[in-house]
Every structure is written in structure tokens, then in C-alpha cells.
């Protein structure tokens, strides 16, 4: 008897899945409303596809999702109003067409920050007035952090750091509260957060935000993780670590790769994956959610990065380490939907 996933773990926390558009329908649907009561868009609430043009807002593919999620009585995550990553060049041009990056003038410089923080808060008022009565939680910056950054501080040297220092950081926070008002909240959201140095940099920057009065509700661990990796008791002092500051926890990308980093080598299909490997990942997903569980009311959301192995960016990954021929298997759905061991695991307790 296949019980529900959310159902199992009401008392502590939502059960969400990362979706694109063409998933909401058919098995994958079916899947959604049985198990899940959070939902995620995997790629088209990202700034590249919400705010292609400046002014140009494309909010079709979102709606979407947004009106899956409500009419299946689904959280929603906004996934995500600032990245480095899939965001459109527009935004770090100057009023002449020219990168604002490569500015030396410093009354320039100073001019071309006020534009693209402005921008920045046209960008937020408009998507959190639209979406604000149906998100639960925004990831209103990700992957700010990078433990290899020059300056010392682990910030992550992007557009948005060369022009505005750490400001923009603080404006997307202000403004998302400004527009989304009381009853949603805000998240900081990154990878490796378990491991330092970044758990540190993570750490400070966040402490540092707070001290400042910038209205930030919690942290979102990605946890695209391993099989041993990180360690359980990295996972539980992160989050604890973040808990004392007085902030959630929400594992919001969760993914359990079969593989190290890069994934290499990887299974051709995957009917090659032996039992003894999806026992593993079974074993490693029981010592997680009991860890979660334990964790209780510091972790308000749990989500997967995707419903089941047939659709994962992890794949994508392993094709591309090994000449475009290998699979991954992260979930605890298969490819056909049915459960796997990982499924049991943290279903049967
Ligand atoms: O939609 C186009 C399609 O029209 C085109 O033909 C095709 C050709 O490559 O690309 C399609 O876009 C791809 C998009 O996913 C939708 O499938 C992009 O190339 C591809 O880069 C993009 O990858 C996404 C990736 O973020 C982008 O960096 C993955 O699906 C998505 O799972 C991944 O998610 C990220 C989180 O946002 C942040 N944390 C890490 C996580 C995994 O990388």
C-alpha cells in the first residue's frame, strides 16, 4: 500500500517537488496530488523567463504552476527573484547599451548602481504584487555565495556584486517584504551549506543582514547531496546554526545523486543501477528524514528537485561527464513512477 509522502510527515514539515509546465498533467500529475503539498518551478519563475526584456514580462508558463498549486490547496516556493545565473544581460546595461561592469568613472559608477538597484525593485514590485497571495516562501536571492570569490569574504563576484557591493542583496529583501507584506517568507538559498568554508560565509553574511534590520525569515539548502556526502552531522550543524540566529530551515533542492562530483563514471542505463546501489541510497534517505524529523519545527519544508528519476537535472550531468551516454536516479520514485527502496525508507517508520 503506497501511502502519501505528505501525509506522513504532516506534523513536521511540507513535502514539495520542482516542476516545469509540461508536468502538470498525466502521471506526473497524479504523482503531484497524491504525494506532494508543495510545489516549485524548476526553471520558469527564474528571472532569463519571467523578465526577458526590460518591462517585458512573460508570466504565462508560471501561471501555470501558480494555479495547479491552488487548485490542488498546494504550498508554493518562488524559486527565484535574484540569481546570477539565467538572468537576462538587459539588467547590467547602462543608458547607452554599454556593460555597467566595465564603468571606471566613479559618478558614473555610482549612477549606474542607483539604475540597476531601481530596476531591481521594478523587478520584485511587479512579480511579488502578482504572485504574493498564492507564495508561502520566496527564494529572494541564490547562490550569492561562492567559497572561491576573491575578496576573502566568500561573496560571490557577479554583476549584481560588481556594480552594487552587497547591496542588492539587502534591496531584494526590503523590497520582496515591502510588496509581499506579512504573511509569506523570505528566503537566502545556496548549495554546500553544510560545508566550509562557505557554512561560514553563509553564516556571517546572514548575521550580518539581520544586524542591519533587512527582514530575512530563513535559509534554503539546496542539498543536491551525495550518498555519504556531506555527513549527516554537517547537515544537522548547518541547519542548527541557522536555527539559534532565530531563522527557518527549508531543504529546497534535494537530490540524491548515485555519484561523486563530477559524476563520473556513470551507469549507461538504468537498468545497469545494481540493488545493492538503490539499497544504499535507500539507507542514506532513512538517516536523512529521521535526521529531518528530529529536527522537528527547524525545518518548515522539505523539497525535491524534481517528482521522479525519469526527469532530473542530474541526468543532464551525467550525460555530459561521460560523451553524452549515462543516467542518475535521485528520487524515490523510478522512471515509471513506482516506488523504490529510497521510497520505504522514509515512508515506513
Ligand atoms: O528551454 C530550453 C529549450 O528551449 C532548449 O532547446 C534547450 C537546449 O539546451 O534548453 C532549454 O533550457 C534549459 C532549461 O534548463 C530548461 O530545460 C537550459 O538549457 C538548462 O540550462 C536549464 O537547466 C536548469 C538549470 O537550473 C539552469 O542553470 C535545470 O533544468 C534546473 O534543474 C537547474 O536548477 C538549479 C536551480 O535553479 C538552482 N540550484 C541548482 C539547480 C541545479 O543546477
Redesign the pocket.
Known amino acids: 500500500d503506497v501511502k502519501p509522502l505528505d501525509k506522513r510527515y504532516e506534523d513536521s514539515f511540507t513535502i514539495g517537488a520542482a516542476v516545469e509546465p509540461n508536468q502538470l498533467e498525466g502521471t506526473d500529475a497524479k504523482v503531484l496530488k497524491r504525494h506532494y503539498n508543495s510545489l516549485v518551478a ?2 520558469v519563475m ?1 528571472p532569463i523567463n519571467i523578465h526577458p526584456e526590460e518591462g517585458k514580462y512573460n508570466f504565462k508558463e508560471a501561471d501555470k504552476i501558480v494555479k495547479f498549486a491552488r487548485k490542488n490547496n498546494m504550498d508554493l516556493r518562488f ?1 527565484n527573484l535574484v540569481w546570477h ?2 538572468v537576462p544581460d538587459w539588467f547590467f546595461m547602462d543608458k547607452e547599451g554599454k556593460p555597467m561592469v566595465n564603468e571606471k568613472d566613479p559618478k558614473k559608477r555610482e549612477q549606474n548602481k542607483r539604475l540597476l538597484l531601481k530596476r531591481l525593485d521594478e523587478h520584485i514590485r511587479t512579480i511579488v504584487l502578482r504572485y504574493r497571495n498564492d507564495v508561502d516562501s520566496w527564494d529572494v536571492v ?2 550569492v555565495i561562492d567559497e572561491n570569490a576573491p575578496n576573502g569574504q566568500g561573496l560571490r563576484e557577479s554583476p549584481w556584486y560588481k556594480i552594487t557591493g552587497t547591496d542588492y542583496i539587502a534591496t531584494a529583501f526590503r523590497s520582496t517584504k515591502r510588496y509581499a507584506g506579512k504573511h509569506s517568507k523570505l528566503y537566502i538559498n545556496d ?1 554546500n551549506t553544510e560545508v566550509e568554508p562557505k557554512r561560514t560565509y553563509l553564516y556571517n553574511l546572514v548575521k550580518d543582514l539581520m544586524k542591519k534590520g533587512v527582514p530575512i525569515d530563513g535559509v534554503g539548502h ?1 542539498s ?1 547531496i551525495q550518498l555519504g556526502w556531506p555527513t549527516l552531522q554537517q547537515i544537522e550543524d548547518s541547519i542548527n546554526s541557522f536555527a539559534d540566529l532565530g531563522l527557518d530551515n527549508q531543504i529546497t ?1 534535494l537530490d540524491v545523486s548515485l555519484y561523486g562530483w563530477p559524476p563520473k563514471p556513470a551507469y549507461k542505463t538504468y537498468d545497469e543501477i545494481p540493488a545493492e546501489v538503490f539499497q544504499r541510497q535507500a539507507e542514506r534517505y532513512d538517516a536523512l528524514f529521521k535526521l529531518y524529523e528530529k529536527l522537528g519545527d527547524k525545518i518548515s519544508n522539505v523539497t525535491f ?1 524534481g517528482i521522479a528519476d525519469n526527469h532530473t ?1 542530474l541526468n543532464d550531468r551525467a550525460e555530459q561527464y561521460n560523451n553524452g551516454v549515462g543516467v542518475d536516479a535521485p528520487f524515490v520514485f523510478d522512471p515509471d513512477y513506482n516506488v523504490k527502496p529510497a521510497y520505504w525508507a522514509i515512508i515506513d517508520k
Open positions: 524548476e526553471n527564474k524559486h545565473s539565467q541564490n547562490e548549495y539546496q543536491h533542492e528537485w537535472w
